[in-house]
């Protein structure tokens, strides 16, 4: 259990709104796994790592430097919606914290920065295997990435995020069936233009700017990015990438403009 969490009591319903909360006591949010220990009342949580997580717990750091449990949820899409309300209302940066780390991190940023080091943390906990559909399959059974997943839906769809060009290129969708599978289809998705660029997959938001290849998470050397199947279907593979962010697709690299994660 991390030095500056000591275990705490879980708030009792009925628990304040986000935008009833005086956020003037925090400098930044924190999101763990956790678990509880113990069996007296009123219940007591600690931080603990992804595998052993009851659920998950948003604390918010105050100055002195202690975490205070804010809320608590299971399921991944209630705890997203969640934090989405809370930085909403207190304007306050966010980071990803587990029980592998000893202090926190302090590497407060976006939601989108955190889902980043979610990422890493699953990237970290992949079998050394050259086998893609291991690989994969490894990657979706990781307790962490139904959260990562949904904090990072709650990113891009939080109301904040400019919508040009959606209506058109929904239109688009509902009027031609595409073929994934075939290179130079494009599609929408939500606010993203997506396309098939020989059998890689590629988005742009809003359909304005470069395309770009979609990381899913890092190595040391290298990444892995989205491909497409015939089918259309997506899966994942990794590709090289070099000390100047650039990944190596085919025989191109790709500076960081040209891929997201």
């Given at each position: 259990m991390p030095?500056?969490?000591?275990?705490?009591?879980?708030?009792?319903?009925?628990?304040?709104?986000?935008?009833?909360?005086?956020?003037?006591?925090?400098?930044?949010?924190?999101?763990?796994?956790?678990?509880?220990?113990g069996f007296g009342k009123p219940r007591q949580s600690e931080v603990c790592l992804p595998c052993e997580a009851e659920f998950f717990t948003i604390y918010g750091r105050e100055a002195s430097g202690m975490a205070v449990a804010l809320e608590d949820e299971k399921a991944a899409d209630d705890i997203a919606a969640m934090l989405s309300g809370c930085i909403e209302a207190s304007g306050l940066k966010v980071c990803y914290f587990d029980g592998r780390d000893f202090a926190p991190s302090q590497r407060y940023g976006t939601i989108s920065d955190m889902c980043d080091r979610m990422a890493e943390r699953i990237a970290e906990d992949m079998p050394d295997t050259d086998d893609l559909e291991v690989f994969a399959a490894a990657m979706e059974a990781h307790p962490l990435d139904p959260y990562r997943e949904a904090f990072a839906d709650a990113c891009h769809h939080n109301g904040r995020d400019e919508l040009r060009g959606r209506a058109d290129m929904a239109l688009q969708n509902d009027l031609f069936e595409i073929d994934k599978g075939q290179h130079g289809a494009e599609w929408v998705t939500g606010n993203w233009q997506c396309r098939?660029?020989?059998?890689?997959?590629?988005?742009?938001?809003?359909?304005?700017?470069?395309?770009?290849?979609?990381?899913?998470?890092?190595?040391v050397t290298d990444c892995t990015i989205y491909r497409l199947n015939k089918a259309g279907g997506m899966y994942q593979e990794r590709v090289p990438i070099d000390e100047q962010d650039r990944i190596t697709v085919g025989r191109r690299k790709y500076g960081r403009e040209h891929w997201t994660h």
């Open positions: 030095c500056l969490y000591k275990p705490g009591h879980i708030p009792a319903p009925p628990v304040p709104k986000p935008q009833e909360r005086d956020w003037s006591a925090y400098i930044g949010l924190e999101v763990a796994p956790c678990r509880e220990i098939n660029f020989n059998g890689w997959f590629q988005q742009r938001e809003g359909g304005e700017g470069p395309w770009q290849f979609v990381v899913y998470a890092f190595g």
